[in-house]
């Protein structure tokens, strides 16, 4: 593990705040060759929102995602039999027809699409296959043996950040990414360059987790799992989410909580690491391989995921948000 990694202070990135209060102080529990260091939590004394201060510095990425990153393989996971078994099937027939609901915001039956974070291409090659659309596939993420992959999928895929790729404006239909931007140093920039590369129309759909819930709220202390130091910088909610909107020139035109069992899982992982019993906490809730067909994930996930349904039916929301942005088919004056 790497010590006294490079940091920088940062502020409110949706208003500019400056002044902030702590909300807790947590450190890595997931990976063993990552950072040891601790990372503070602050939430904006002005418009309430949550996220790192200070946070890692960009240059240290591949210090706190490291090769055996879970994103970059998930695909390499499933072997042919594996993709043959119920868990499998019954899993990624949800996600096509989650990927056909939330295509249906675009307009018209041709979409060129683009992934943030595409890692593999999975998502990429399920989006693929939706029956609703044909998609030109893009993608971009930072690790280059991921993207290699991706492209000998048979993917349109860039190696690099986000904010730096030189990508076309105006060109895409459809911008995905799935818990991407609690990663990046700037959300708001970010933003702003996917309303850019968006045709007027296009839709900007992207899953970050809420902090919000319940479960974020019970586990603040130090253990909600969607902290995931010291990778995620930024903690939207609801409103928070409203005000990105606002200040990038987007419309608001959806947003959904659906349940996510790998936040449960990183929570009670974050919860045994701090115990008596911190030796069996992979065993009990692996962090990196909690998507590998087996029947204890299985068993697992199913369980998590039913936490998530009583929160919402409870609660009308859970820790992972999806949210969809609409760019203006014509410029907004005022």
């Known amino acids: ?70 994103a970059y393989a998930i695909e390499g996971n499933y072997d042919d039999s594996q993709r043959q078994n119920l868990y499998y099937k019954a899993r990624y027939a949800m996600i096509l027809s989650g990927l056909e609901r939330v295509l249906s915001f675009t307009k018209g039956d041709k979409i060129r699409l683009l992934d943030i974070g595409c890692a593999d291409g999975h998502i990429l090659n399920w989006f693929r296959k939706v029956r609703t659309h044909t998609v030109e596939t893009h993608g971009l993420d930072l690790n280059q043996h991921a993207v290699e992959k991706a492209r000998q999928a048979g993917h349109t895929a860039y190696a690099g950040r986000f ?77 928070s989410i409203a005000k990105l909107a606002q200040i990038t020139g987007f419309e608001l035109v959806h947003t959904e909580y659906q349940p996510n069992a790998i936040f449960w899982v990183w929570t009670f992982h974050s919860l045994l690491k701090a115990g008596p019993l911190s030796k069996i906490a992979d065993t009990a809730f692996p962090p990196v391989d909690w998507a590998r067909t087996n029947i204890s994930n299985l068993l697992r996930n199913t369980t998590f995921v039913a936490f998530d349904i009583i929160l919402k039916m409870t609660t009308g929301q859970t820790s992972n948000m999806g949210v969809a942005f609409h760019k203006p088919d014509k410029p907004i004056h005022g």
């Open 163 to 239: 904010e730096d790729v030189d990508l076309p404006e105006s060109y895409f239909d459809f911008v995905w990414a799935s818990h991407v931007i609690e990663h990046v140093a700037d959300p708001k920039a970010f933003t702003e360059k996917v309303f850019r590369i968006l045709k007027p129309g296009g839709i900007f759909w992207f899953w970050t987790p809420n902090i919000g819930s319940l479960d974020a709220k019970i586990f603040r202390s130090k253990h909600w799992g969607a902290y995931h130091f010291p990778r995620h910088w930024v903690f939207y909610d609801a409103k």
């Open 1 to 70: 593990m790497k010590s006294n990694i490079a940091k920088v202070e940062t502020s409110c990135n949706n208003c500019g705040c400056a002044q902030s209060t702590l909300i807790t102080v947590g450190k890595e529990h997931e990976y063993t060759n990552t950072t040891d260091d601790e990372f503070k939590v602050v939430r904006c004394s002005d418009c309430g929102l949550v996220y790192l201060n200070p946070r890692p510095d960009v240059s240290e990425l591949a210090t706190i995602y490291p090769p055996n990153y879970y």
